[in-house]
């Protein structure tokens, strides 16, 4: 009597921890691909940045010869 509808109302919802597991999950990869990329955008500013420090310091030293 009891059992069976226990039984069915537990596998329901495993199967809803599943989805939502699964969702959230890919979820999770999104963003981790997301910021994968903005780290590598801001890892290419910092190499520009760099590159302008250097073309500035060498300005300086050439006025300043």
């Known amino acids: 009597a009891l ?3 226990v039984s069915g109302l537990a596998e329901q919802l495993e199967e809803r921890l ?8 890919e979820q999770i990869q999104e963003r981790l691909q997301e910021l994968a990329e903005v780290m590598e955008r801001v890892g290419e500013a910092e190499a ?3 590159q302008v ?3 500035v310091e060498a300005a ?3 006025l300043c010869l």
């Open 60 to 62: 300086y030293r050439d």
């Open 18 to 25: 599943f989805q939502l597991y699964g969702l959230h999950n």
């Open 48 to 50: 520009e940045l760099r």
């Open 53 to 55: 420090c250097h073309t």
């Open 3 to 5: 059992a069976p509808q």
